[in-house]
C-alpha cells in the first residue's frame, strides 16, 4: 500500500493515473465505435443488435463495464485534484497573458472539454445505456437509435460533443504517451500524429451515423 | 525610420513581499530602438531617480544572455514577444512607436514577489540541492576523454545543460509547472556515465523537492518549451517522466 500511495501521491504520480484511465477510454472509444459502424450494414440494426446482445450477456465485459466506470471516475477525480492544484500553483494571475502565442487553445482547455464531454455522457447515458441496464428496458436498441436521431436538436447536440470530444483526444492521447514517457524528439512528431488521426477517425466515425440517418442512406 | 519611439510602460509596483503591489504607468519618450530592454529600463530608473522617485526593482546580471537572472513578463509573454530570446537580449527595436508595453514579474506560488519586477526563485535552487548534482571524489584532476560518451548522448546532455534556469517556463506554463526546469536539469546528468550512481535518488528526490515548493503540475501543453529562451526541448519532461517512473520500478 505504502508503495502505492508512494507512486500517486506526487504530481507525476497522479498524471501517470490520468494518463492511463485516459488510454483505458481510448480503447472503450474503438470498442464503442465499432459496435455503431456496424449500423453500415444497413440491416435495420440486425447486426447491431446482434452485437449489443452479445455485449450484455458476457460475463467479462460485465466486469469490464465496472472497470470503464472506474476509470471514468478516477479520470473525472484526478483531473479536479490536479486543476485544483495547479490554480493554487498561481495564486496571483496576470494582468496580460498571451497564451495563443504558445500553446494551442485544446491543450489549455482540456477542463473544459472535458466537462462537455461529461455532460453529453449523462445526456447519451439517460437515452440509451440506462433504460436498457437498469429500467429492464428489453426494447429494440436501433428503434431507440433511429428515433433519438429523428430529432435534430439531439443529432446537432450529439455531433458537437464528438467534436469536441475529437479535441479533447486530439491533445490528451498524445498528452498520455509524454506523460508515461514513451515520447522523445524523434518519436514525438509521430505519436502527435498518430493521436489527431486517432481523434480524426473516433470524431468523424462518431458523427457519420447521425448524419447517415439525416440522409436516409441508413434507414 | 526613426531610431527613438515613445513608449507607454505599464509596470508592476509593489513595495515588499507583504504589501499588495499595483500597476504605475510611465511616458517615456525618445527611446532608441539600439537600445536592450534593459537599457530602456535603466533610462527609465535614471528619469526617475532624477525625479526623486524610488527607481523600478528588477532583476539582471550577465546582460548577454547567459546567466538566467533577467526575467520580466513582457506584453502577456516570459522574455516578450522574441523566440529563444532572454530580456537582456531583446531589443526595442522590436515594439514601434507610441506602443504600450506591460512588464509584470514571473507569477508563482514558488516564485513569490519581492519588489516590483523581482522574484525569490530560491526554489529552484532548493530542486538544485535536492539531487542536481553528481557527487565526485576530490583529487587530481582526471584525464579528459578518460571516460567515452557518443556524441548524439553528449549532444542531447548539452541540450538540457543549455538550460538556464530563469524560471520563463515556470512564469509562462498555465499551471506555474516547473517540469521543463527540472526535467532538463534530470536530464543532462541522467544521460552521462558520471550522472548514473545517483540516478534513482536524483530524479525522486528532485520532483520531490519541486512539489514541495509548489509548483502547478505539467498538462503538456509545450508553453514552456515556446517560451524558453534556450528552447529546451519538452522531451526532456517525456525523459524525466520516463526517469521518475524507473526509479519507482527500481527502488521499492
Ligand atoms: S541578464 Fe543574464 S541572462 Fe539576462
Redesign the interface.
Given at each position: 500500500m505504502s508503495s502505492i500511495t508512494k507512486i500517486f501521491s506526487p504530481t507525476i504520480g497522479r498524471k501517470v493515473l490520468m494518463a492511463l484511465t485516459g488510454l483505458f477510454l481510448c480503447v472503450f472509444l474503438c470498442e464503442h465505435l465499432y459496435g455503431n459502424l456496424l449500423l453500415y450494414y444497413n440491416d435495420h440494426g440486425h447486426q447491431f443488435e446482434l452485437y449489443t446482445h452479445i455485449l450484455t450477456r458476457t460475463l467479462l465485459i460485465r466486469i469490464v463495464e465496472y472497470v470503464l466506470f472506474g476509470s471514468f471516475i478516477i479520470h473525472m477525480i484526478d483531473a479536479l485534484m490536479l486543476t485544483i492544484n495547479n490554480k493554487k500553483a498561481r495564486p496571483i494571475g496576470y494582468a496580460m497573458q498571451k497564451s495563443s502565442e504558445n500553446s494551442s487553445w485544446y491543450s489549455r482547455n482540456m477542463g473544459l472539454t472535458g466537462s462537455i464531454i461529461l455532460f453529453f455522457l449523462i445526456v447519451h447515458l439517460r437515452t440509451f445505456f440506462f433504460p436498457h441496464r437498469f429500467l429492464g428496458d428489453t426494447g429494440s436498441m436501433f428503434a431507440e437509435v433511429v428515433e433519438a436521431f429523428k430529432n435534430p436538436l439531439y443529432s446537432g447536440f450529439y455531433i458537437l460533443s464528438v467534436i469536441i470530444l475529437g479535441l479533447h483526444l486530439n491533445h490528451g492521447a498524445q498528452s498520455a504517451f509524454h506523460t508515461l514517457g514513451l515520447s522523445n524528439k524523434s518519436y514525438a512528431p509521430i505519436i502527435k500524429l498518430c493521436g489527431t488521426v486517432f481523434a480524426l477517425i473516433i470524431t468523424l466515425g462518431f458523427a457519420s451515423v447521425p448524419v447517415a440517418f439525416y440522409f436516409e442512406f441508413l434507414k | 525610420m526613426s531610431d527613438t519611439i515613445n513608449l507607454t510602460l505599464?509596470i508592476w509596483r509593489q513595495k515588499d513581499a507583504s504589501s499588495p503591489g499595483k500597476?504605475e504607468t510611465f511616458k517615456l519618450d525618445g527611446v532608441s530602438t539600439h537600445m536592450s530592454f534593459l537599457e530602456m529600463m535603466d533610462v527609465l530608473n535614471e528619469k526617475l531617480i532624477k525625479e526623486n522617485k524610488e527607481p523600478i526593482a528588477f532583476d539582471h546580471d550577465c546582460r548577454e544572455g547567459i546567466c538566467g537572472m533577467c526575467s520580466m513578463?513582457i506584453?502577456?509573454?516570459a522574455h516578450g514577444?522574441l523566440k529563444g530570446t532572454t530580456t537582456c537580449q531583446l531589443h526595442m527595436r522590436h515594439f514601434h512607436d507610441g506602443q504600450t508595453i506591460?512588464i509584470?514579474p514571473w507569477?508563482?506560488?514558488?516564485f513569490p514577489v519581492i519588489k516590483d519586477l523581482v522574484v525569490d526563485r530560491n526554489a529552484f535552487e532548493i530542486i538544485m540541492q535536492a539531487g542536481g548534482f553528481v557527487s565526485v571524489n576530490t583529487g587530481s584532476p582526471a584525464d579528459a576523454n578518460a571516460i567515452l560518451i557518443p556524441n548524439p548522448i553528449a549532444e542531447?546532455a548539452m541540450d538540457g545543460a543549455a538550460c538556464i534556469g530563469c524560471g520563463a517556463c515556470v512564469a509562462?506554463c498555465?499551471?506555474?509547472?516547473a517540469m521543463l526546469f527540472v526535467s532538463a536539469k534530470v536530464s543532462q546528468l541522467a544521460l552521462l556515465p558520471q550522472g548514473q550512481v545517483e540516478r534513482a535518488e536524483r530524479v525522486m528526490n528532485m520532483?520531490?523537492a519541486?512539489?514541495e515548493a509548489?509548483?502547478?503540475?505539467?498538462?503538456?501543453?509545450?508553453?514552456c518549451e515556446?517560451?524558453c529562451p534556450k528552447e529546451v526541448?519538452?522531451?526532456h519532461?517525456?525523459?524525466?517522466?520516463?526517469?521518475?517512473?524507473?526509479a519507482?520500478l527500481k527502488n521499492?
Open positions: - | 505599464k500597476f513578463y506584453n502577456g509573454r514577444p506591460t509584470e507569477r508563482a506560488k514558488g542531447e509562462t498555465k499551471n506555474a509547472s520532483v520531490k519541486m512539489d509548489g509548483f502547478g503540475n505539467c498538462t503538456n501543453t509545450g508553453a515556446a517560451e526541448s519538452v522531451s519532461i517525456a525523459r524525466l517522466n520516463r526517469e521518475y517512473l524507473m519507482n521499492r
